[in-house]
């Protein structure tokens, strides 16, 4: 059974960075198969997907265009993690983040973590 | 991005009603279509996908239909358990080049 764990502070100030990580179990970081996303949800933007990492062969990463310019999604195959940062945010980047992986042919989201609320102020 | 525009945004329902959500799509999705369940304080739980195809697990009386740009998804006869907030999601323009996009929600009360 895939599980998976989040971390990280739920207080960020403006201008700096948001970073959360998320530690899996029941699969691997690694896995040619799946994707590994992050989400957040909040009440003016509801449920937006921000972006993916995934292995084929080599590394890829994939962004939301609203986020393009401040965001990246890391693997720690060491760890068999991913993490999240965003930079220079704002109070509108204030939402509940969940990390998610997708569906075999990735077509949804299948496993997710437990939901971080990160408020910026 | 594809929007995806659900209705009602709330409804309240009796135990045994029948109940439809509905998602319309802002152009032309084909099935590439999925449906979560989210309960208060717990994350969305994917239910059917594309657009009918229930999820292992998921009771019968929940049902999805629809192609194109209009879809609903169904509940047979209202449980308690079924107090929730229904989301659709579309997965024909996918990233890159594209990205996953959600409805607003559905929150769903048991009278």
């Known amino acids: 059974q895939v599980q998976l764990q989040q971390s990280g502070p739920g207080l960020v100030q403006p201008s700096q960075t948001l970073s959360l990580t998320c530690a899996i179990s029941g699969d691997s970081v690694s896995s040619n198969s799946f994707a590994w996303n992050w989400i957040r949800q909040s009440p003016s933007r509801g449920l937006e997907w921000l972006g993916r990492t995934y292995y084929r062969s080599k590394w890829y990463n994939d962004y939301a265009a609203s986020v393009k310019s401040r965001i990246s999604i890391n693997p720690d195959t060491s760890k068999n993690q991913f993490s999240l940062h965003l930079k220079s945010v704002t109070p509108e980047d204030t939402a509940l983040y969940y990390c998610?992986?997708?569906?075999?042919?990735?077509?949804?989201?299948?496993?997710w973590g437990q939901g971080t609320l990160v408020t910026v102020s | 991005d594809i929007q995806m525009t659900q209705s009602p945004s709330s409804l309240s329902a009796f135990v045994g009603d029948r109940v439809t959500i509905t998602c319309q799509a802002s152009q032309d999705i084909r099935s590439y279509l999925n449906w979560y369940q989210q309960r208060p304080g717990k994350a969305p739980n994917l239910l059917i996908s594309?657009?009918?195809n229930l999820e292992t697990g998921v009771p019968s009386r929940f049902s999805g239909t629809g192609s194109g740009t209009f879809f609903t998804l169904t509940i047979s006869s209202l449980q308690p358990e079924d107090s929730a907030t229904y989301f659709c999601?579309?997965?024909?323009?996918?990233?890159?080049?594209?990205?996953?996009?959600f409805g607003q929600g559905t929150k769903l009360e048991i009278k």
């Open positions: 998610a992986r997708d569906t075999r042919l990735g077509y949804g989201f299948q496993y």
């Open positions: 999601q579309q997965f024909h323009s996918l990233p890159p080049g594209g990205a996953y996009t």
């Open positions: 594309g657009a009918s």
